[in-house]
């Protein structure tokens, strides 16, 4: 795993690499992260985790903070070591360190794949600033990286970047390259690219190995591709939420377009099947209580049931939620109660309701009234949580209620 991070020969490595830049002219957009990094040196060099979608210059980053400083940089990647693979690299750095001084970079890619034991492996190295931590993830670094590890480091943002830096990074590759490709192709690369320039590159590398390169060939090979939908990034979240948005406003045709969106994008049917049942208790609850028994047992089904199957039972709860009525009340009632509770002192259990206690005897058993009901005390806050919607069943027990109590 100890490896520098740019020792292979160039004509080894892909497009990207083979224009990778070589000093900050060269690096394509990032503007404001570029101006705080461009500044440093071996006296200020800090920890530094680059965060930001694929494609958009964190490994540069570090290929260019080491060859602006003259450190050298260690590459690692979390996906393909450990901690032991880790640590020879440490105990080498510390060797030259102790005898001759030597500064040195380890640069983990995908830093969110390490566990909390391997991120608290870290901890005490960057302490002492036994080297300079560099890493790189796609993942929002307040949720992916514990906060022991956010404390040592500083955070900076990567962008996607716009169609204009794409652009100028395709004409550059073609320069080196000699070659051509048509205009049209370059501007719909450049759209559909979605920020990310190693992809753009990459599907330039593919055009050019061609004989064909026009338009229609290039759609072709994008094909699939060019539906950005990726798990880790923000348009994961961003569906999944229209998704739900959609469920919850019982636009059901919106619903299944969202559900398409986010089965041809390969996303976990599992973690779909879960937030419909969370969102039947959420936001359908009693209203129709069936709800949560269609989300549970799809969930069931489709673990079983896999794909490409899985999608018809996806797709049957999620129009049953979307067409039910709605109702939030169980979920406002426990978080308003949990609000009590957490705001007063400890709620104490009226004496006739406790286990053993004298007045225990003073407890009304409800199946010994008329309509299995009678009027009792069952708490002492006189407070209430809980308010029905008057939709659906909610409306139906509403009424159930008032008539036992009535008569």
């Not at 039947?280 to 794909?307: C, F, W």
């Not at 979307?322 to 939030?328: C, I, L, M, T, V």
Request: proline share 4%; net charge negative; charged share 30%.
């Amino acid at each position: 795993m100890q490896t520098d991070l740019f020792a292979a020969k160039e004509s080894e490595f892909p497009l990207a690499y083979k224009i990778r830049p070589q000093n900050w002219d060269e690096f394509i957009g990032q503007k404001s992260v570029k101006d705080k990094i461009s500044k440093l040196n071996k006296d200020n060099l800090k920890h530094f985790i680059f965060w930001g979608p694929p494609g958009t210059g964190k490994t540069t980053l570090a290929h260019l903070i080491s060859e602006q400083i003259g450190i050298k940089v260690h590459h690692f990647n979390a996906v393909l070591g450990g901690v032991p693979e880790l640590r020879k690299i440490i105990k080498g750095i510390l060797e030259l360190k102790k005898f001759h001084q030597e500064k040195a970079i380890i640069f983990i890619d995908e830093i969110h794949r390490f566990n909390k034991a391997q991120q608290d492996a870290l901890l005490p190295y960057l302490e002492r600033e036994d080297f300079i931590l560099l890493g790189a993830t796609t993942e929002y670094p307040q949720t992916s990286l514990n906060r022991a590890i956010l404390s040592r480091v500083n955070t900076l943002e990567l962008k996607k970047l716009n169609k204009d830096d794409i652009y100028t990074i395709l004409e550059r590759a073609l320069d080196v390259e000699e070659d051509f490709i048509e205009e049209p192709c370059l501007q719909y690369l450049c759209e559909y690219s979605n920020g990310d320039a190693r992809y753009a590159l990459n599907i330039i590398e593919q055009m050019l190995e061609l004989e064909d390169r026009s338009l229609e060939v290039l759609k072709e090979l994008l094909g699939r591709q060019a539906r950005q939908y990726d798990k880790n990034s923000d348009r994961h979240y961003d569906v999944i939420s229209a998704f739900i948005k959609s469920v919850r406003g019982s636009d059901v045709d919106a619903a299944i377009l969202w559900l398409a969106v986010m089965i041809d994008g390969g996303e976990d049917i599992e973690f779909i099947a879960r937030r419909l049942i969370i969102l039947a208790s959420e936001d359908v609850g009693n209203a129709d209580p069936r709800a949560l028994q269609i989300a549970t047992s799809a969930h069931y089904a489709i673990k079983n049931i896999g794909m490409p199957e899985a999608r018809i039972i996806l797709a049957q709860a999620t129009a049953y939620l979307a067409r039910a009525p709605k109702s939030n009340a169980s979920y406002l009632a426990i978080d308003k109660a949990l609000e009590y509770v957490r705001n007063n002192p400890t709620v104490e259990v009226p004496t006739h309701l406790r286990n053993r206690h004298p007045d225990k005897k003073n407890y009304k058993y409800p199946h010994n009234h008329p309509n299995h009901w009678t009027e009792q005390v069952y708490d002492n806050t006189n407070e209430y949580f809980f308010e029905s919607s008057k939709l659906g069943y909610e409306r139906l027990q509403d009424d159930y209620l008032s008539k036992i109590r009535d008569q």
